[in-house]
């Protein structure tokens, strides 16, 4: 069986010249996709070198700000930004979205940095991958509106956290959810239940690593190779094989990223 892990942070220092012994455990377990996301620029630059250098193992990348970091973009997306994004094998814009959990950066800012990377995926014809926290109703206002100007670029709510409360509102929009290690944890019966209510053609699974472990290994650092995990629980929340999880799986991310079916 093989896995695709549709959004993970490779770059990350938890990994740095480990980085290899990742991927290859991972690769080994049957990832045969991994989008590696930036949230800046710098880790932007690193997520599409890792893609180049481990094209062997199926890495792909996206690039774009996240709203932690939206505080340094209130200009503008620099030029080498908007030039990574061009790259062969970069297959999404973001993270991007808003975060008024943390507050990192000043909500109009991350509003205006949201806003810029909506039109910037539309323009390259890239899915917009979204990253919200207690923030669905502005991400839905300045979505609906940007709606009725434009086509919206498609879009990925990243770790999906806005339950059942948001989620009409999120398929109307056409979007997909991708979920991550919470779908594992114990508490988590309602995102178990919204797993199993979601259309199949709108399931991601991914790990978010290194970040949001699951279950089994909550505690640890997370991996690539623990994706195996996320799609355990969804198969079983789903009644569904995990034979036929991998392969729908499969076929949603080759839709939205154009990366190549893994299964032939
Ligand atoms: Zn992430």
Request: with cysteine; charged share 25%.
């Amino acid at each position: 069986m093989f896995f695709i892990d549709a959004h993970c942070h490779l770059d990350s220092k938890e990994y740095e010249e480990n980085v290899e012994i990742f991927i290859e455990r991972a690769f080994e377990s049957g990832v045969r996709r991994f989008l590696t996301v930036g949230c800046d620029l710098e880790t932007s630059r690193r997520a599409v070198m890792l893609a180049c250098r481990f094209e062997w193992a199926g890495v792909f990348a996206s690039v774009g700000v996240h709203p932690h970091e939206a505080v340094h973009y209130a200009q503008g997306l620099p030029d080498e930004l908007l030039a990574l994004a061009e790259e062969p094998r970069v297959v999404a814009i973001g993270e991007a979205g808003l975060d008024y959990y943390y507050d990192h950066s000043p909500r109009d800012v991350q509003n205006h940095v949201f806003a810029m990377q909506v039109d910037w995926a539309l323009e390259l014809q890239k899915p917009l991958m979204l990253h919200v926290r207690d923030a669905m109703d502005d991400v839905l206002v300045l979505l609906r509106s940007a709606s009725e100007l434009r086509d919206l670029p498609e879009l990925i709510f990243h770790c999906y956290s806005g339950g059942f409360e948001y989620l009409d509102a999120v398929l109307a929009l056409g979007a997909s959810c991708s979920l991550a290690g919470p779908v594992t944890w114990k508490k988590n019966d309602s995102l178990r239940e919204l797993s199993a209510q979601l259309p199949a053609e709108r399931l991601l699974l991914e790990t978010d690593c290194p970040w949001l472990t699951p279950a089994p290994f909550r505690g640890k650092l997370n991996e690539p190779s623990y994706v195996r995990y996320v799609y355990e629980v969804v198969a079983a929340a789903r009644g569904c094989s995990l034979d036929a999880l991998t392969r729908q799986v499969d076929e949603n991310t080759d839709n939205l990223f154009g990366w190549g079916r893994v299964y032939v």
